[in-house]
């Protein structure tokens, strides 16, 4: 799930048509370093978009031990956009999930466009209703990744001598 998360290639993927377009809006994300990777510290990468509506617009990924995401996006008027992710495995595929979104407004008094329909101001109960469906779009592709690798031969366990890079392709020199 961090992984994923942490992947901003997979937002227009797995979140068609709420905060990306499949079809429309992939794109090359190339990740500049801002804070070095360290076991107790984490990490900080600016993600680096090739597309030009993203002008002035700063994306940042950061991940802090043991469990927090933090994906934070800055727009030229000064507003910000936040999405603090916590994860704790429970056990094997499963994980346990808090989130927050966070949207703090430009010096134009206005608000940033935040995760489509959920950041609109909605009664508490509709947000509770509504939550899971984000998070959904992620686990559906999550768990057939996770069978598609368990039939090539790979296992997620400790003491396991399946090499992850073996069963998979990746293009870009951040997956390497």
């Known amino acids: ?8 290639a997979h937002v227009s993927v797995s979140h068609h048509g709420i905060t990306g377009n499949r ?3 992939p794109a090359f994300f190339d990740l500049a370093t801002v804070r070095k990777s360290t076991a107790q510290g984490g990490f900080k990468q600016r993600v680096i978009p090739e597309t030009p ?3 002035g617009t700063q994306n940042f990924v950061e991940f802090k031990p043991p469990s927090l995401v933090h994906i934070a996006t800055e727009y030229p008027s000064g507003g ?8 704790s495995p429970t056990r094997p595929g499963w994980v346990r999930h808090i ?3 966070v949207l703090v407004e430009g010096e134009d008094g206005k608000l940033p466009p935040g995760l ?4 609109l101001p909605l009664p508490v109960w509709l947000l509770h209703v509504t939550a899971s469906l984000f ?3 992620d686990m559906v592709f999550l768990h057939h990744q996770e069978k598609i ?10 003491g396991s001598d399946s090499e992850y890079l073996q069963h998979v392709f990746t293009p870009t020199p951040q997956d390497k």
Request: with cysteine.
């Open 1 to 8: 799930f961090m992984e994923n998360v942490l992947d901003p």
């Open 23 to 25: 079809y429309t809006s």
């Open 53 to 55: 509506s993203s002008a």
């Open 80 to 87: 910000k956009f936040v999405l603090a992710l916590f994860a």
């Open 99 to 101: 989130g927050c979104q």
């Open 116 to 119: 489509g329909f959920f950041a």
């Open 135 to 137: 998070l959904h779009q």
């Open 149 to 158: 690798l368990a039939r090539r031969g790979y296992q997620n366990a400790a």
